[in-house]
Nanobody, 126 residues
Framework: QVQLVESGGGLVQPGGSLRLSCAASGFTLDYYAIGWFRQAPGKEREGVSCISSSDGSTYYADSVKGRFTISRDNAKNTVYLQMNSLKPEDTAVYYC???????????????????WGQGTQVTVSS
């Protein structure tokens, strides 16, 4: 059974950092594209970052480029999202998602993913 579990969210002041984790079970995460998405109240879920399985390429939304970094620890079957220089507009529930097809390039569209975690809340506020 495929399962994704996010952790690492919380309350942080503007300018602070958080590292989100997405732990996978039931499949080998290294073989599939993984994406991070977020959804703020009243807004649609948007792609934040993703990492491909085929070549390890990474992509970022313009709003987080230079501040967020996605990485993968194959030994732990976990993908991370390091978030630095956080802003109040980064406040949202963050979700990780996995593609069901082997070795595809990742995309920042929800349509590219079949499995989703339950989300973790990130609040950036003073």
């Amino acid at each position: 059974q495929v399962q994704l579990v996010e952790s690492g969210g919380g309350l942080v002041q503007p300018g602070g950092s958080l590292r989100l984790s997405c732990a996978a079970s039931g499949f080998t995460l290294d073989y599939y594209a993984i994406g991070w998405f977020r959804q703020a109240p009243g807004k649609e879920r948007e792609g934040v970052s993703c990492i491909s399985s085929s070549d390890g390429s990474t992509y970022y939304a313009d709003s987080v480029k230079g501040r967020f970094t996605i990485s993968r620890d194959n030994a732990k079957n976990t993908v991370y999202l390091q978030m630095n220089s956080l802003k109040p507009e980064d406040t949202a529930v963050y979700y990780c998602a996995a593609d069901a097809v082997l070795f595809r390039l990742c995309v920042l569209s929800r349509r590219g993913y079949d499995y989703w975690g339950q989300g973790t809340q990130v609040t950036v506020s003073s």
